[in-house]
């Protein structure tokens, strides 16, 4: 038998077990509990807990609005919690003195500049009580705004990225852009010689996206726009520009390959200059048939089913409205979307495709948030000028004529329009498990 002193030892060390599982389950409800507070998205195998929906905010009377819905900071809160998928890539290597070094920034007092991250769902300063745009104060309306702000979350963190880098309109991941992060890529290079491509829709006479692309990422490029030229006789007289290279008899100011191996510092070369191939196409990303300018008529011929590998192609798209079929035509294609390595855009909810006027309608806005929503869920947010936007109250009256001038055709509960901005997203193939 047991002495009495070992029966005594042995309760003892029952007696202490059981705290210790006690104190251990109260810590474990009030991890919980903390969780739910700060990162609901946590308690979520998949990361990808769903956002509640956004309620309108109540219809204003007299001119007043109220202030945006917790509903909407609270779901874009949700929305911006890293995904438990997303983990960091090897640090690309750096490389000293390359083309854009020290240019890039996020400007949080320039409207049209990309951050990457997350933003706070603001409220404009005096929208409770004098709404600013009183031709446009739909339920509806506010409803749309509110879901962009939620959709447009960034999804990415620095450490996913092992950095960004931003310039202007655009932000990108460094573990998708740079190619030797060890971020998978096609096994064989593409027709243009390279493994990856960058497609640009919206160029005139200077596009920084693809000269970055080719001059810091090393890659061929294919360049579309079908307003190339400036002035009478257009396509005869520029002779600037990626677009204009070739098209007289002095030939145009681009240093392309056959000038020089490498570029000068981008800002002394103010007509562009490309190290690597590009490819000029002076036809626009359309399906209009209401415009006598060249369009490319079936889109993802150009920019995807050219017999593309997955994550194969960088694509830049600024097409002043023509860019909502294609995009609504790229959401509903799996195979088209695995293709895209990159997407940058700048959208406009106001302007419709070429000689397609846009009346701002609900069916119309209603489909465009959609195709965003859509893009938000397949792609990773990279970054977008959502922060920019929503810290600066003079964007309500610049370019606009007038603090309610122009056509408004999205704006949030909070009192800010989302006519235009810019957005940057990410294969999420490159930054998940």
Known sequence: MASADSLATARSL???????????????ALL??????????LL?????????LVSSATPPSSGLQTASEPEVQEAARQKRSPSAKIVAGRTPPKIEGRYGDNEGHCHMEWTNNACPGTYEVRIRPGAATVWPFPRYQEDWRKSLGDRLLVASQGQLTDEACQGFFMWGDYVWCNHAVEPGSGAPRPPDPQRE?????GISFGIRERDPWSELMGNRYKMATHLYDCYWGTGNNAEQTQTKGPLGFGAAPDKSAVQNIAGQATCPPRKTMLSGCYEMPYEAHRVCLSQSTKTKRAVTGAPHDAWCRQGRPPLSTHVKIDAEGSEWVELADLVANPEDCAKIRTLDMEVHYNLGDIGVHTECDQETLTKRVET???????FAVTGSTFRALLENEDRLSNKSGGIDGGQHCIVTSGGWHLDQYCISFTNRELVAE
Do not use: H
């Open 32 to 41: 919980v509990f903390v969780l739910s507070l700060t990162g609901p998205d």
């Open 193 to 197: 010689g390279t493994d990856v491509v």
């Open 44 to 52: 979520y195998k998949s990361g990808t807990r769903p956002a509640p």
């Open 372 to 378: 965003m929503e859509k893009l938000s869920e397949i």
């Open 14 to 28: 029952d007696a202490k077990r059981v705290k210790q599982l006690c104190y251990a389950a109260y810590a474990a």
